[in-house]
């Protein structure tokens, strides 16, 4: 069911019909973004290749990417940053954190899952899916950890 290869997670037959993540610790998005397009490419030429289909992925014109999991419609891309930012969480609460990363078109989660404890550190995460190309939703998570991050900043402690 998974396959790993360096940072390149690739899961089947889960919540999704197919899932690619590519993850690294640190703050290089570009690179992790461009590591899952490399990914997301592999898999399609294997199926492509396989299938004989020049399209392999189910899609609508208008709706985007169709996926088992109606949350994801659209492009399906979900990316996230962990950031430990307990001060932040101490003075604000999760519920806090959750508006303003709201208000940025993001959302924030536990950082072991989606209603997991918060205790240090959260999950920030586009929550636009449909309508929207991919490098505006990494536009849109980068913008919001970067306000997150300042305002942990600029809490003494």
């Given amino acids: 069911k998974q396959w790993y290869q360096r940072r390149v997670a690739i899961t089947a037959g889960e919540g999704d019909h197919l899932r690619i993540i590519s993850m690294e610790q640190g703050g290089d998005i570009p690179s992790v973004f461009d590591r899952l397009g490399r990914g997301a490419a592999a898999v399609e030429k294997g199926l492509q290749e396989v299938t004989k289909r020049d399209e392999v992925y189910m899609s609508h014109p208008v709706l985007g990417m169709i996926t088992c999991c109606p949350t994801n419609i659209g492009t399906g891309m979900r990316g996230s940053v962990h950031i430990i930012i307990p001060k932040l969480i101490a003075k604000i609460g999760f519920e806090g954190i959750d508006k303003v990363a709201r208000s940025m ?53």
């Fill in 105 to 157: 078109n993001c959302q924030a989660r536990g950082s072991t899952g989606e209603h997991s404890e918060v205790i240090d550190r959260v999950d920030i995460s586009n929550w636009r899916r449909l309508g929207y190309p991919e490098y505006n939703l990494v536009e849109d998570m980068i913008k919001c950890v970067n306000v997150i991050s300042q305002m942990e900043d600029e809490i003494d402690g």
